[in-house]
């Protein structure tokens, strides 16, 4: 007598998986998710790059004009230019020059000696007893004055009429005459001393005043 034994178990199978709706959800949302993130980057990546290919830009174009300044300002047309405005400067200040020597060749500029003439008059001049102190003249010598000191009033038309006598001074007369005493200065401890000398302004006009 045989007798068949089943040893199948349908507990061995192997059995198949499938994804379930929450697990195929969560799925999606995590590729949506890196897909964002990838995103984003990729823009912020985008933006970066055309910030500095604006920038550069900007400087290839300021280059572009900087070579543009240089190339006109080395042009020979500029040069020539620049020569010409150079040489009517210099033409003008020629003129210019030529023109003022011959004012001072015709006399009209006025006194075109100097003053030193006059200062080796005075020095000249010397007169024992009488100094000068100090002298003014204006413009052409039309007015001159003097002051200083004498002791004795009696040497200044001396020393007057010997000034006169210099070839400078020929034509030159001094019309009014300022005489006082001097400040008396006081020691210490002693009363102001009589002054030795009378203080002297001699003026070839009322309206000159020698300068001190």
């Given at each position: 007598m045989s007798q068949q034994i089943n040893l199948f178990n349908p507990d061995f199978r192997k059995q198949r998986k499938y994804f379930s709706l929450p697990a195929m959800l969560q799925a999606l949302g995590m590729i949506a998710a890196g897909s964002l993130l990838?995103?984003?980057?990729?823009s912020y990546q985008v933006a970066q790059l055309g910030k500095q290919a604006e920038e550069s830009g900007k400087r290839y174009s300021a280059e572009q004009a900087r070579l543009a300044r240089y190339t006109l300002g080395f042009s020979?047309?500029?040069?020539?230019?620049?020569?010409?405005?150079?040489?009517?400067?210099?033409?003008?200040?020629?003129?210019?020059?030529?023109?003022?020597?011959?004012?001072?060749k015709s006399g009209?500029?006025?006194?075109?000696?100097?003053?030193?003439?006059?200062?080796?008059?005075?020095?000249?001049?010397?007169?024992?007893?009488?100094?000068?102190?100090?002298?003014k003249i204006t413009g052409d010598a039309a007015q001159i004055g003097l002051s200083g000191g004498v002791v004795s009033?009696?040497?200044?038309?001396?020393?007057?009429?010997?000034?006169?006598?210099e070839s400078i001074m020929q034509g030159k007369t001094f019309s009014a005459l300022k005489m006082q005493q001097p400040k008396a200065v006081a020691g210490a401890g002693s009363?102001?001393?009589?002054a030795r000398y009378v203080e002297f302004n001699l003026y070839s006009s009322q309206g000159g005043e020698a300068g001190k």
């Open positions: 990838f995103y984003g980057y990729a020979p047309q500029q040069a020539n230019q620049s020569l010409q405005d150079e040489v009517q400067r210099l033409e003008k200040q020629v003129i210019e020059q030529d023109g003022l020597i011959e004012a001072v009209g500029a006025g006194n075109t000696t100097g003053y030193s003439e006059y200062m080796r008059a005075f020095s000249r001049q010397v007169v024992q007893g009488l100094w000068l102190t100090g002298f009033p009696e040497l200044l038309p001396a020393y007057i009429r010997r000034l006169g006598g009363a102001p001393a009589p």
